[in-house]
């Protein structure tokens, strides 16, 4: 029985994905899996039962990576199951961007009292007159999953798209449509373009890598989407920006001190897959990742150990979890001997996987003698 744990709420749908053979506990001190969406693990103890954590979502910030990796916990994320609704909302926020909704919207608000606001409303909503985002070129910062719904569907608006990214997949790249074009230097977009949006991981290299600098190569009044993360973009530079003029409106998913004061900033309070059906699609995908995994020994989108898998497990299977070493392998065929029938090896960074289908029992003390072995789980 696998015992599992929800670190915060998880949709019934993606419970039920789990079987019988998964009970739930309260505590993570007694569970070997763990589901989680917001919920900061950084300070937690993790027992030496935990065996994987899956986020029902994409960003990891608040699971210590580093940390899981060194005990032998691979963890999950669910790249793509809440794309449509990341995607929607940056249509949205194009739009927000290009009309001033917000301070209409406001304006109404503001005058609830006027009887003659039918009336009224005709002298003043010219304060509020926009532009149509037709014709306009966008600029999209990153081309994964939700970058390319955005490309696309803003392609369908009639926008011309410019695509940036240097590490674009085969798949991403044949999922966008023929009309969105590409460039290899980023610079090409903020010379051009009319608005950018921004779908990066945060990684040491892309913190704050919409700066001072940056936003003085873009177009004076572009309008700036961010809703991917936070501390993509140096909030000083960026009020600096909108106070000059230089970018005329900053639309951020991601409401700090700083920002919510900005002018013309349109804060939304982190709405990007907050709707039911993406809540769904993670908690699914998140519970059949965490399935693979228990009862096949496959890892499929983990974000601290290498992607491995033989597919469906049809005999005894062992998982062993290493710091990499090129001899690993070989130093795990040396224990299993003859009774591989099939056998896959991946490395990511400092850490390494090895998953082999055996035709009879595993001497799991034999493995974890070797040096280097993190963890071992016979399957």
């Known amino acids: 029985m696998t015992k599992y744990t929800c670190l915060n709420p998880i949709a019934k749908v993606g419970l039920d994905v789990l079987t019988d053979q998964y009970e739930a506990v ?72 290009s009309r001033n909704i917000v301070g209409g919207c406001g304006w109404v608000k503001e005058n609830v009292d006027d009887e003659n606001i039918s009336k009224s409303v005709e002298k003043s909503k010219k304060a509020f007159a926009g532009t149509e985002i037709m014709g306009k070129k966008l600029g999209v910062i990153g081309m994964g999953a939700i970058g390319v719904l955005v490309a696309n569907a803003a392609n369908a608006l009639g926008m011309e798209v410019i695509g940036y990214d240097p590490f674009l997949s085969t798949k991403s790249a044949w999922n966008v449509n023929s009309d969105v074009t590409f460039t290899s230097e980023v610079e090409d977009l903020y010379k051009t373009c009319d608005y950018l949006t921004i779908h990066v991981p945060l990684l040491d290299s892309t913190r704050a890598m919409i700066n001072k600098d940056a936003i003085s190569k873009m177009k004076d009044g572009v309008k700036f989407l961010n809703f991917s993360r936070d501390t993509l973009v140096n909030d000083a530079d960026m009020l600096e920006a909108l106070e000059s003029g230089k970018v005329g409106c900053y639309v951020t998913d991601f409401p700090n001190p700083a920002v919510v004061k900005g002018k013309n900033v349109v804060v939304i309070p982190h709405l990007g897959a907050s709707t039911a059906e993406s809540e769904d699609n993670c908690a699914i995908m998140a519970a059949k990742e965490i399935r693979d995994y228990v009862e096949n020994g496959n890892i499929v989108n983990s974000v601290n150990y290498p992607a491995c898998t033989l597919g469906p497990k049809s005999g005894n ?38 998953l082999a289908e055996i035709s009879g029992d595993v001497d799991v003390k034999a493995l974890e003698a070797l040096a280097g072995v993190i963890k071992v789980r016979a399957i």
């Open 26 to 97: 309260e505590s993570l001190a007694d569970a070997n899996v763990a589901l989680v969406r917001s919920a900061a693990m950084h300070d937690l103890d993790l027992p030496d039962s935990l065996v994987a954590v899956a986020r029902a979502g994409a960003g990891v910030n608040n699971i210590p990576l580093p940390k899981c990796a060194e005990q032998g916990v691979v963890v999950f994320n669910t790249p793509g199951a809440n794309a449509n609704g990341v995607k929607e909302l940056v249509i949205a926020g194009l739009l927000l961007a």
């Open 317 to 354: 299977r062992v998982g062993v979890l290493y710091k990499a070493a090129d001899s690993m392998q070989s130093a795990i065929e040396g224990v299993l001997g003859g009774s591989i029938v099939k056998i896959a090896d991946a490395k990511r960074g400092d850490f390494g996987y090895c």
